[in-house]
């Protein structure tokens, strides 16, 4: 097994998630807690039935306050450093039907200095032609534009930097030496970059001048900067702030670590047809037996075939048919290529009708950023 | 000799300005210097010819840069955490004069974070209070309007944070740890801090588009800031900002340390004269003799005289006529009691002007603060 390695910067090796969750102090997500959230969602949605979204902190107060008829906001992001792919949509949609369900605002921070501060060679001209291209791609995903508020760090500093302020002030250098590993080597900027991440879990309730409880989904290796703010946030006066944990969407070369773009094997959400069709085929890790005549008798294993799992994971909410494909698979009756084919349709018909409403969102992004 | 310490944070002991400028690495102001800026400036401004602003870095190519018609701007600041004395007045009185002589603009930053970060219980609400107040001390002095730009650190923070994270990529906890003594312990906004007072000496720069030199008058405390600031902004492709710097208005107490707003001794701009007069007679420190007949006999002592000091550095600008006082001291013709009582005259003076000129301040304010 490759050693794990889960932090904000790095994800690799074979993650194992219940040793997440003992690590970090998560709560798992059980079916107590599936029960209460679909009293007020009517249905599950199948990032939660199939236990993609694992854990959480604090959703139980969440669900109080909600129940008092004390809304909550929501409050996710994206560093922009390269162009989106299906890797990270996986937290967005969830987000939005979070936002459906309970009809509440959805704070999207963009910290554009972040992968600045952190990568060596990466410039702000680059990053903000990432920024304008991200931003197409999460408007498309259907936010509602009447209730998601983005926020770019340096573009909102006048509203960020002295609430970062009076957090770094509660945060020395030892702390995220411990949290983050950071050393005496590491710049200054990057020491601090974690009060900028930790604002936009109370800057509603600075902005409406009341407390507003805050439900942060995110992936769960960006989860030492929200430890760290819910230390912090008690001490300003803030409520703690909630979460809830998605594991990773594998690479397509296997199912260790998550998907990155730095990597050739990723799907991005501006891929032709031809190029998923090409990438699936060359690079989806297969569960499947060298031989058809093999996969035929001892049939394929879904676990740890990528086509599978992102069926599972993202593009194949059905129940029924996602068993269907998995007995198949299982019984050696479906082949990869067929499994794959099937992923390929369903990708790349999601692609389509996300391409054309990127094309939309070029004159939806004014609406979108936040402006007092 | 009490030991001397002169960092941003701390001034105290007995200070000796040669070992500060071998220490620094600074350029003593010589009288090939001082016959240079006076070619352009007609007059020497008492605090030169006094050698008040005793060094400077790179001086010479800030004056080769004006002769060749690429004007320089000025820049210096103020972080609010008390009431304007004193001793915070010489620098920009001085920096007045650099304006009118050369026609030049300033940028005047308030760092409004930075004693909030290092001051454990100071919060931005006495902040804002004092940021307030020291705004109307600083338009009283008589600052052009149309060449002053007010910079306010949490309120420009859309200008400065995003050029401060590129100040702080190139600056490591390392290079904080040995320029100013932080420590692990120390909290990661005052880490940061040292980019926002870099991002003034070349945002004009920024904001037109064009390299323009800049010129830094400051006491001598601050130079560690500036040292890294010049070490860094050849990197980002900004000229290195030129200083000149001052020595330290002593406390009414003694010669030893500056001038300090957290110490009773000090003349507040707000002070009226019979506070004034009460504080000089009561703690100005005297370098006179125990007795009227042994002051007679022996005389005074001027260099360790806090009035005499203050006449020399800020309250006489006549050569002559402080000679004379001088002179009548150290024979012991003039005593102390009239030695304070110039000085108490020269103070209220001063004083009802620009308690005057502060309460017309009010209206300029938005005047002065930088808007794009």
């Known amino acids: 097994m490759a050693k794990m390695s889960v932090t904000p910067w790095e994800v690799s090796g074979d993650i194992n998630y219940d040793k997440l969750v003992k690590e970090f102090g998560l709560s798992k997500i059980d079916s107590k807690m599936l029960e209460r959230i679909k009293k007020h969602t009517k249905e599950l949605h199948p990032m939660l039935s199939r236990g993609i979204f694992f854990a959480h902190r604090d959703l139980n107060w969440i669900l109080d306050e909600y129940e008092k008829g004390n809304k909550f906001f929501l409050y996710t992001g994206r560093a922009p450093s390269g162009p989106v792919h299906l890797g990270h949509i996986l937290v967005w949609e969830f987000t939005k039907w979070l936002q459906e369900k309970f009809g509440v605002e959805l704070w999207f921070q963009f910290p554009d200095e972040e992968k600045f501060l952190f990568k060596q060679n990466l410039t702000f001209e680059e990053i903000d032609k990432h920024l304008h291209d991200n931003m197409l791609d999460i408007i498309a995903l259907g936010f509602d534009p009447n209730k998601t508020h983005f926020i770019i760090d340096t573009q909102h500093a006048n509203l960020m930097y002295k609430e970062a302020c009076k957090v770094a002030k509660k945060i020395t250098f030892s702390n995220v030496k411990a949290v983050f590993g950071l050393t005496n080597e590491s710049n200054i900027g990057s020491i601090f970059y974690t009060s900028m991440q930790a604002v936009p879990a109370f800057l509603p309730s600075v902005l409406k001048k009341k407390k507003i409880p805050c439900l942060i989904p995110h992936a769960v290796d960006q989860d030492p ?45 501006t ?22 005549e093999e996969h035929r008798k001892k049939g394929g294993n879904p676990d740890v075939d990528v086509s599978f799992q992102y069926l599972k994971m993202f593009f194949e909410p059905d129940n029924k048919k996602l068993k269907k494909i998995e007995q198949d698979y299982k019984s050696g009756k479906m082949l990869t290529g067929e499994l794959k084919q099937i992923l390929i349709e369903k990708i790349n018909n999601f692609l389509k009708q996300h391409q054309k409403k990127r094309k939309l969102a070029e004159n939806q992004i004014d609406k979108f950023i936040y402006s007092a």
């Open 225 to 269: 900067h929200f430890r760290l703010t819910r230390d912090i946030l008690p001490k300003l006066d803030h409520y703690k702030p909630a979460s809830i944990q998605s594991s990773f969407i594998p690479p397509l070369t296997g199912t260790k670590g998550k998907m990155s773009s730095s990597k050739e094997s990723s799907i991005f959400m």
């Open 271 to 292: 891929d032709t047809p031809e190029e998923v069709k090409k990438k699936i085929n060359k690079y989806a890790f297969s569960g499947g037996q060298p031989t058809t």
